[in-house]
């Protein structure tokens, strides 16, 4: 990777960092990038999942205010994210390269109709907040037990999945809600990488520069990211989950 590739990849992770504290769907930046570098897909994967920690870890801590209270909670849903990040990582794994490439092209899709669709989502899930477990309840257990196999699998709009679930099965706030977000998200990234340190091939160039923008972006989303325009935000998104496609499918 050269030098202004890697500027490339950094400023990504900024990029990448900021959104995933906000909304979610920052994998949708850097893994393409990674990709257009030269990167085989299952390692910038693996690579984008290990950068993208610290990104979530300052993204969580910018919204420690909103975590007062919900210790009990995040600890049972965390272990739901944890157990799921560990069977998507060992899916990446022990699955045939060849059908990654096409199971992320479907995923990126997805990602990308969740991302458009979001504000519809939220305010059909409105409707429901008033008439919420408190807890969640065991079906919420599952869903996010599931979203953690999606996430450890193909990170890109696990927040988006995560403010939907909570937001439909929680009495609380979508501020609450998004920090509950940015910390499970941070769980199965980090279960996740943890397994792909021990037993996959990483890109640790690819890494660092994800990494040191991430960084960054978590603290810019924390504090400023919820004054960048929603249609502006999700038109980049989707912009380059398009391109993603198309260099997966064309590339």
């Not at 393409?32 to 390692?43: E, K, Q, R, S, Y």
């Not at 693996?46 to 801590?61: E, H, K, R």
């Not at 890109?156 to 929680?170: E, K, M, N, P, T």
Request: hydrophobic letters at 60%.
């Amino acid at each position: 990777m050269t030098g202004w590739e890697l500027v490339a990849v950094v400023v990504a992770g900024v990029v990448a960092g900021a959104i995933n504290a906000v909304v979610g769907s920052g994998s949708l930046i850097t893994f393409p990038t990674l990709v257009a570098m030269g990167v085989d897909p299952v390692t910038a994967n693996v690579s984008n999942t290990i950068g993208l920690v610290p990104g979530s870890f300052t993204g969580a801590y910018g919204y420690r205010a909103e975590l007062s209270g919900q210790r009990d909670r995040l600890l049972r849903l965390g272990l739901a994210s944890a157990l799921g990040a560990l069977i998507g990582g060992l899916l990446l794994l022990v699955l045939d390269p060849g059908v990654f490439r096409i199971v992320v092209v479907v995923l990126i899709a997805l990602a990308c109709v969740l991302v458009v669709i979001q504000p519809r989502l939220n305010a059909l899930l409105a409707d429901r907040r008033e008439h919420a477990h408190p807890d969640g309840g065991p079906v919420l257990w599952l869903t996010v037990l599931a979203a953690g196999v999606y996430g450890g699998y193909f990170g890109a709009a696990q927040g988006v999945l995560l403010i939907g679930l909570l937001g439909s099965f929680l009495d609380d706030g979508l501020q609450r809600v998004n920090a509950a977000k940015n910390v499970l998200a941070l769980i199965v990234n980090g279960v996740a990488a943890v397994l792909f340190v021990v037993v996959a091939k990483v890109d640790w160039q690819a890494v660092l520069g994800v990494a040191l923008g991430a960084i960054v972006g978590g603290f810019v989303g924390a504090r400023v990211g919820r004054r960048i325009p929603a249609p502006v935000l999700r038109g980049v998104i989707v912009a380059v989950g398009v391109a993603a496609i198309i260099v997966l499918v064309y590339g």
